[in-house]
């Protein structure tokens, strides 16, 4: 897998307009910025089978800032894309160095919504536990242990789940 700079990115892309510009964030975050002329193909919806490029067509795929991106790179390599390029920086690079970008209706960002669900979360728990019932701490201890392991793994469940409500949908 190759990875580009949002500004090398976008001077291959206009030097070769035949290069796809593939955007994996959902459609609300998709939908409030976006690389001008990225396409939105969210990770948590991939399909493969209905993938619209060639397997050896060159594609540049992006998210918010390159954690999204570079997981779907290593996906679409196994499934044996053969120039799959990881754009390092993600959209927030891309607004940040002044390129093009369509802006629209203003969401919150997945990585946000995680962070405020699973405070609630301990903080519930905590609550219960401390007023209701000790039980309630396992709750805390939970959440605590899931944010550990998407920290060792790389993979936030509860990011996937919110991914997925109808909020984060086009």
């Known amino acids: 897998m190759k990875n580009l700079t949002v500004e090398q990115s976008h001077q291959e892309r206009q030097a070769n307009s035949s290069i ?10 998709y939908g409030s910025l976006h690389a001008e002329s990225a396409l939105n193909h969210p990770m948590e919806a991939l399909d493969l089978n209905s993938f619209p490029f060639s397997k050896d067509q060159e594609i540049h795929v992006i998210c918010q800032s390159g954690g999204r991106s570079m997981k779907v790179c290593q ?8 120039k799959v390029v ?25 990585e946000r919504q995680v962070r405020i669900a699973a405070g609630s979360l301990v903080v519930i728990g905590a609550a219960v536990g401390h007023f209701v019932h000790p039980g309630g ?3 805390s201890a939970f959440v605590g242990a899931g944010l550990v392991f998407a920290g060792v ?5 509860m990011g996937m789940l919110i991914a997925r409500m109808p909020w984060n949908r086009a």
């Not at 959209?91 to 203003?106: C, E, F, M, Q, R």
């Not at 793994?153 to 469940?157: A, F, L, N, V």
């Open 153 to 157: 793994t790389d993979t936030c469940g």
């Open 137 to 139: 701490f396992a709750l």
């Open 86 to 110: 990881n754009v390092e920086g993600g959209t927030s690079a891309w607004n940040d160095s002044g390129l093009p970008v369509i802006t629209g209706k203003k969401a919150m960002s997945l």
């Open 75 to 82: 996906k679409l390599e196994s499934a044996g894309f053969e």
């Open 20 to 29: 796809p510009l593939i955007d994996v964030r959902t459609p609300a975050e």
